[in-house]
């Protein structure tokens, strides 16, 4: 059980290019989300989904793409990146959410450079 | 507006010190939960705790303990006889509905 898995864990862009970050689970959560973690900004929402087919935004989703094809799968597209979006890129999953709300589980983080 | 403020940027304490991180938040809901985080060196997020809206009793665990106040919007974690493993950066969140809304953090570093 691998828990949540992102690749890479680094990665250096120019500005403009676009790529992928990907995040994968095996727990078979409907719930996933991508955070952003910036110097004194703690984390911030970018995109969530609350299962396959279905996403929505979070608090900054300019410049950001997500699809949902499957349960295991919540790739974050950077369409054409931006040293704004130098960043650590964080992502979650959990059960639907319900009452109580279930732990999130954090997978270990992608650290992006844009120059 | 809903909204987590984590005052105290960093804090450093020496070993075996008591220490105290403040976490004050805002939100119109009634029924809401908030939880801790702490982030190692390592750079993984590890929950901590979850407490909602209607339990403003105080939990301990170990050396850890959280003071839930309704009335002052106020989440605080303590932890009792600090160790330098303690040092981290600790996240205070806010749920509502499907977001988990983070305060900015406090990094705490222990000193042998």
């Known amino acids: 059980n691998a828990g949540v898995t992102q690749t890479p864990k680094f990665q250096v862009l120019k500005t403009g290019q676009s790529m992928t970050l990907q995040c994968a689970q095996d727990m078979n959560h409907e719930y996933m989300s991508w955070y952003r973690q910036d110097p004194g900004m703690g984390l911030r929402l970018i995109h969530y989904?609350?299962?396959?087919?279905?996403?929505d935004q979070g608090e900054v989703p300019n410049g950001y793409n997500v699809s949902r094809s499957t349960t295991e799968d919540f790739p974050l597209r950077l369409l054409s990146a931006a040293p704004s979006q130098t960043s650590v890129y964080f992502c979650a999953s959990s059960r639907a959410f319900g009452l109580p709300p279930p732990e999130q589980y954090f997978g270990p983080g992608t650290r992006l450079t844009v120059t | 507006a809903q909204k987590v403020t984590q005052a105290q940027t960093e804090i450093s304490v020496v070993e075996k010190e008591d220490v105290t991180l403040d976490c004050v938040y805002e939100t119109r809901d009634t029924t809401y939960y908030l939880f801790w985080y702490k982030q190692p060196p390592s750079g993984e997020l590890v929950f901590l705790i979850r407490r909602n809206s209607f339990d403003e009793q105080n939990e301990i665990s170990g050396r850890y303990s959280w003071n839930f106040q309704k009335s002052t919007s106020s989440f605080n974690f303590t932890i009792t006889a600090s160790q330098v493993v303690d040092s981290a950066v600790y996240f205070c969140a806010l749920r509502p509905l499907n977001k988990l809304i983070f305060g900015a953090g406090t990094r705490l570093a222990v000193h042998p």
């Open positions: 989904s609350v299962g396959a087919g279905i996403t």
